[in-house]
């Protein structure tokens, strides 16, 4: 053999101690820098922006750990990825935290004690502190991104693209200002998109009470229309009822009242025991013009007059409610819409801060929800509430503060995105979705739906709204860049940055007719921040071989993002540049606590991934969560890591053994596997073989997004095909000296070399340490993150041997059961194992003979039908028999066997090495000590002990044990000599 061979792996697996020493190398060899620029192709991954208001947590920690894997997996399959990072620095929760830490408690503080300039200077100062946080933590995870140059919303080159993007719509004729009903967050004094409500976690489960009120109609007494509602604090700016033209109402008699309703929902009367009488039966169509009196008459100070039923079929539900609708034009998108129809007066009582205004009598200066129970109470002091139920439903609430949302009118500046809906799903067409489901289910239907997307903030920190209007003629002038800013400036300085209050003190010159251009104080949608990133972020890559435009090639973000920045990103290469973001998109789930719960502070169920590394290792945290299963929601359970903290350790004892045996006996491995293929036996074949199907696999759900099934593969492959299974079969051949074992170690090296390689992506720390202490010598990258993922070698592949393996394992498991049937332990040694019927299994089962000898543990392998008092089992048309019978030779064998076990033990808790000699003294039960003596030749070579004595009692040092209930002392000592 050469000079040059394989090396053993010492000591035990540390991940503290190795991960340490590995970023070090990384460090000093420069190994991430060389990585990024390696590779020919080009690949453009997509980081959706995070936003940098808190630490990250384990969910968190999960999005950046899969795009990672991701971004590994592509440079080792010989691409150049584009892995800058970026992070979404505007937006309400970057202020909200100042406003808490500046004790401010509304905008107007802001504005008048603040000052708009020094609380932009604090959100700027915030946001880079978390943004610099979530790098470092980022980095501790064994992330590898280009942080030192990373994408950031909040500068002047990346706002300058939202501008781009808002001036093109405003070209296009999408940009439109108009008065509508909103999403309104009345703590943040903002409105809030549609897309933006509609997030998953802008819901939450609420119980409350719906009430059904009856509207009195005028100049008919004790008549009523019942009219359902679950938000009392809109019946003070109510103008209308609605009824729908199609269906039949009923006027009923029930005691001295009477009550008109939908004859659907008769159901509420008598779910409320009253007992009625049907008066007369009607057509929607015809209570139209019907006039009632405010319920609250007297008690608000606005025009009640004309009140009256109007008609509609998309406002009326047959089949909720009472069929009659209560109208307030002002809080309610389809109520605004019939009141264009039907020219009805809007009223709004409620101010932007959620209280009451003047004009609102007894409810002034109540926020709207504490007003609730005060009407409800109001309405029933008059007679006028039918009936109360607690409901549970779901209800928006602000994503950012956490206030629940009200409808409310406003004027306000959006893109009509309607028009663009089959643009939009040409583009998604041309998209590829994990799951495909997620894109068919949800995406796609909100594609389908999908109307105008609010983008004016009545806020500070955030992209400027770039549209500047003449006071003189109202011209709209659309700002893209800082160039053409300053191409207009009639009076101010040229801003210091893209931001207020600097922007808001530019006054441009009007193109029309000469006059002054003041800026609309608004700013700009977060989400349009990261709606632009596809484009934007390319300008802060530096690699040689970086794209120029999208698409993306890859996008990984949580399900959430279905009507977040997946929509945006599309909305804004649809409307924008014409052009598809991105080309495949991975979404994942969330994970949750234990209980399945969602991790919040507010919960105090939020797991710090740090924590978690500091108690396992990296590699051990980024085991457990990138084995779940991408698309669904898991539970974090902290304890499970430390099943993968053991998984990693089992992996390395793997190596260790490997590298162990091939230092003692030289092994230097040749260029190709191949190359020593016939010196192999049955199952060293089938090893390579099993490697080249585990690689076909692997790189298969990796490109069809299944990375967690991708990762299983290799691990499986590493703990039950070589650990359990192959280590079980050749324990023994690497032991006994004097044997050919060229085919055994070449299989096993080229086995575990390639399933490094494809483990490292996704455990870089663990699979580094073994590169350089195991292979580093004979290949030829210095580090496993420079290879590319291992070819593969058709040769290798022998699918008969794979069936054959499979038949094996199933013989096998069957003596198990037979054994365990029996009682009887793996340990114990059995006469024979019989193995017949199908002739072609047979014979295809006779070259592993050796195999069901040692994973049977029996003395001998037939091929014959057994004498009738064996126990015999039934296996793929393969009759597995085995002798249960135990002699007094076998069962001293047994006992033999648990020695030795115990010795190695010892061995281990006082750090031998494998080569070291011992002496062992061996004191306890007769039958025992007889076993010894009769297997001393064994006992001595499994435990290279170089003697055997034997005492009549134990000295002090002596360690006991008990084997099959009997007592044994054993001592060791070690000697220098064979």
Same mark, same amino acid.
């Given at each position: ?765 663990? #699979? ?45 498991? #069957? ?69 249960? #019978? ?93």
């Amino acid at each position: 053999m050469n000079d040059i061979h394989v090396l053993r792996m010492r000591g035990s697996y540390d991940p503290r101690q190795l991960e340490q020493q590995i970023r070090q190398f990384w460090e000093q060899e420069k190994i991430p820098q060389k990585a990024r620029i390696r590779g020919e192709k080009p690949f453009y991954f997509l980081d959706g922006p995070p936003y940098v208001t808190n630490p990250i947590h384990v969910g968190t920690a999960w999005n950046k750990l899969l795009k990672d894997t991701y971004i590994r997996y592509y440079r080792m399959r010989g691409y150049q990825v584009v892995d800058t990072p970026g992070f979404d620095t505007h937006g309400l929760p970057i202020e909200v935290r100042v406003e808490r830490e500046l004790g401010v408690k509304s905008k107007r503080e802001i504005e008048e004690r603040i000052g708009v300039e020094i609380f932009i200077k604090k959100c700027r100062e915030q946001a880079l502190k978390h943004m610099r946080m979530q790098i470092e933590q980022y980095r501790n995870l064994g992330v590898w991104m280009e942080w030192e140059h990373p994408y950031i919303t909040l500068k002047d080159d990346y706002i300058e693209y939202v501008w781009n993007f808002v001036k093109r719509v405003y070209e296009k004729g999408a940009l439109k200002r108009g008065y509508g009903v909103f999403h309104w967050c009345y703590r943040c004094g903002t409105v809030l998109s549609e897309h933006e409500a509609s997030m998953e976690e802008a819901y939450k489960e609420v119980e409350e009470d719906s009430i059904y009120v009856k509207f009195p109609l005028k100049d008919r007494e004790r008549t009523y229309l019942l009219v359902w509602t679950t938000t009392p604090w809109t019946i003070p700016d109510n103008v209308a009822v609605a009824a729908h033209p199609d269906i039949y109402y009923v006027e009923v008699s029930a005691g001295e009242e009477r009550y008109i309703l939908a004859e659907t929902r008769l159901e509420i009367l008598e779910t409320a025991g009253i007992r009625y009488e049907v008066i007369r039966r009607v057509r929607g169509e015809e209570l139209e013009g019907v006039r009632y009196r405010h319920p609250l008459e007297g008690l608000i100070l606005r025009d009640l007059k004309d009140l009256r039923i109007v008609v509609s079929e998309e406002v009326v539900k047959p089949y909720e409610g009472t069929g009659l609708v209560h109208i307030a034009p002002a809080h309610g998108e389809e109520d605004f819409y019939l009141s264009q129809v039907y020219n009805l007066p809007i009223i709004n009582l409620v101010g932007k801060d959620g209280r009451f205004v003047q004009g609102s009598g007894k409810y002034e200066g109540l926020n709207v929800f504490d007003a609730n129970p005060i009407i409800v109470e109001d309405l029933q002091e008059r007679g006028l509430l039918f009936k109360i139920e607690r409901i549970r439903h779901r209800y928006p609430f602000c994503w950012r503060c956490k206030t629940p949302l009200i409808y409310m009118l406003t004027e306000q500046w959006y893109i009509d995105v309607a028009p663009y809906r089959a643009k939009l799903l040409e583009l998604y067409e041309r998209s590829e979705w994990v799951p495909r489901r997620i894109g068919e289910e949800r995406f796609r239907k909100w594609l389908e739906n999908a109307r105008r997307w609010v983008i004016s903030r009545q806020r500070y920190w955030g992209v400027p709204l770039p549209i500047w209007v003449c006071s003189e003629c109202g011209y709209v002038l659309v700002i893209g860049s800082k160039a053409e800013l300053l191409s207009h400036l009639k009076r101010g300085r040229e801003p210091p940055e893209l931001h207020r209050p600097y922007v808001d003190e530019v006054i441009l010159n009007c193109p029309q007719c000469g006059g002054d251009c003041q800026r609309v104080p608004d700013v700009v949608d977060v989400w349009m921040d990261s709606g632009v990133a596809p484009w934007a972020a390319l300008s802060f890559v530096s690699l040689p071989k970086a794209p120029k435009t999208p698409p993306a090639d890859l996008i990984i973000e949580g399900h959430d993002q279905t009507r977040g920045w997946f929509y945006t990103t599309l909305v804004v290469g649809a409307l924008g540049f014409d052009a598809l973001p991105w080309r495949r998109v991975v979404v994942h789930g969330f994970v949750l606590d234990r209980e399945g719960r969602a991790m919040h502070k507010s919960l105090g169920n939020v797991i710090d991934p740090i924590d978690v590394v500091k108690k396992y290792g990296c590699d051990a945290l980024r085991l457990y969560e990138l084995q779940f299963t991408v698309w669904e929601d898991s539970r974090f359970v902290l304890e499970e890591v430390l099943q993968a903290y053991r998984t990693l350790a089992q992996i390395w004892n793997v190596y260790r053994f490997a590298s162990l045996y091939m230092e003692l006996d030289r092994f230097s491995p040749p260029n190709n596997p191949d190359m020593h293929i016939r010196e192999m036996e049955v199952e060293d074949r089938w090893l390579l073989a099993k490697i080249e199907v585990v690689k076909q696999r692997y790189v298969e759900y990796m490109e069809r997004g299944m990375l967690h099934k991708a990762l299983m593969e290799v691990i499986n492959f590493l703990i039950e095909d070589v650990s359990r299974t192959y280590i079980r079969i050749v324990r023994r051949r690497v032991w006994e000296e004097d044997v050919e074992k060229q085919g055994l170690y070449t299989a096993l090296y080229f086995a575990l070399r390639d399933a490094l390689l494809l483990l490292a992506p996704f455990v870089p720390f663990i #699979t580094e340490a073994i590169y350089q202490r195991v292979f580093r010598p004979f290949e030829k990258e210095e580090s496993v993150h420079l290879c590319h993922i291992p070819p593969p070698r058709p040769t290798l592949l022998n699918h008969e041997l794979l069936g054959d393996m499979k038949v094996v394992k199933k013989v096998v498991e #069957t003596a198990a059961r037979i054994r365990a049937d029996k009682s009887i332990k793996l340990r114990q040694p059995l006469t024979a194992l019989y193995i017949h019927g199908d002739e072609q299994w047979v014979q295809r089962l006779r070259v592993w003979a050796h195999v069901f000898r040692d994973l049977c543990n029996v003395l001998s392998v037939s091929y014959k039908p057994p004498p009738p008092n064996v126990v015999q089992r039934e296996v793929d048309g393969v009759k597995v028999g085995l002798d249960v #019978t135990i002699s007094p030779e076998l069962r001293a064998l047994g006992w033999a066997r648990e020695v030795v076990r115990r010795v190695q033990v010892m061995r281990k808790d006082l750090g031998l090495d494998i080569e070291e000699y011992i002496v062992l003294h061996v004191a306890g039960d007769d039958e025992l000590i007889a076993a010894v003596r009769r297997n001393e030749e064994y006992v001595r070579t499994e435990t290279r002990a170089i003697k055997v004595i034997y005492h009549t009692a134990p000295s002090e040092r002596a360690r006991e044990w008990r084997i099959d209930g009997k007592p044994l002392w054993l001592e060791i000592e070690r000697t220098a000599c064979e």
